[in-house]
């Protein structure tokens, strides 16, 4: 059962714009978390939000969460190539200690 | 260095012939827990564990087995392995889920093809 659910499934940008992802699940949480993984390496935590946070930051980082339409959305700003990769949400449900992943953007940034 | 280990990196095997991919990690973790990553479904839960002697079935349990009798270890065992077992493998660890501290930390990925 996938919990979460990115869009897009793809998305490509120019170097500089700013990309933005959503996430989608379905059961009630304790909290979100985006992942990165670059090409078939392990994956990289960058942001948590707690089910009782909107929004929080951590650089060109900009996490939402609205728990009542059970999304999420992750936006990066000034987009690098560095930020070529692909973008994973997770969540636990608050019911068990299961963590179930979304199955990913794949964010690609043009030069 | 914090990290989780998990080997082999790379495994060829044949159907049938049993192995194991071990993983560890040095962060005192309570939470452990088992990836298989299929290009189009992401990344699937197979196994987790809260703590020593403590395993709990994931999403995708079928043909494996895990064990947990120290805290830093938690490797994973397939009996006999089939070729829809190949698959990108992926250990993690964290402090414990449902809190604001279950960041969890990746091992670098054991790339099984079952032939």
């Known amino acids: 059962s996938q919990q979460g659910e990115e869009d897009p499934q793809a998305l490509s940008i120019q170097e500089g714009e700013n990309a933005t992802m959503n996430c989608s699940y379905k059961t009630s949480i304790n909290n979100l978390q985006w992942y990165r993984q670059n090409s078939g390496r392990g994956l990289v935590h960058l942001i948590l939000i707690r089910s009782n946070e909107r929004e929080k930051h951590s650089g060109r980082l900009r996490v939402t969460l609205d728990t009542s339409k059970k999304s999420s959305s992750l936006l990066i700003t000034a987009s690098r190539a560095a930020d070529t990769a692909s973008y994973f949400c997770a969540t636990d449900g608050n019911r068990d200690d299961k963590i179930i992943f979304g199955k990913g953007t794949r964010l690609h940034i043009l030069p | 260095e914090a990290q989780v280990t998990q080997n082999p990196r790379y495994l060829i095997t044949v159907t049938g012939k049993k192995l194991t991919v071990t993983c560890s990690q040095n962060m005192n973790h309570e939470y452990m827990s088992w990836y298989r990553q299929d290009p189009g479904l992401g990344l699937r839960q197979i196994y987790y564990s809260m703590n020593v002697e403590v395993t709990d079935k994931g999403d995708v349990p079928e043909g494996y087995k895990v064990s947990r009798k120290e805290k830093r270890n938690f490797p994973l065992i397939l009996e006999s392995p089939s070729p829809n077992q190949t698959s990108l493998y992926f250990c993690?660890?964290?402090?414990?889920?449902?809190?604001?501290?279950?960041?969890?930390?990746f091992g670098p990925g054991t790339r099984l093809t079952v032939l």
């Open positions: 993690a660890s964290s402090l414990f889920p449902g809190s604001s501290y279950n960041e969890q930390f």
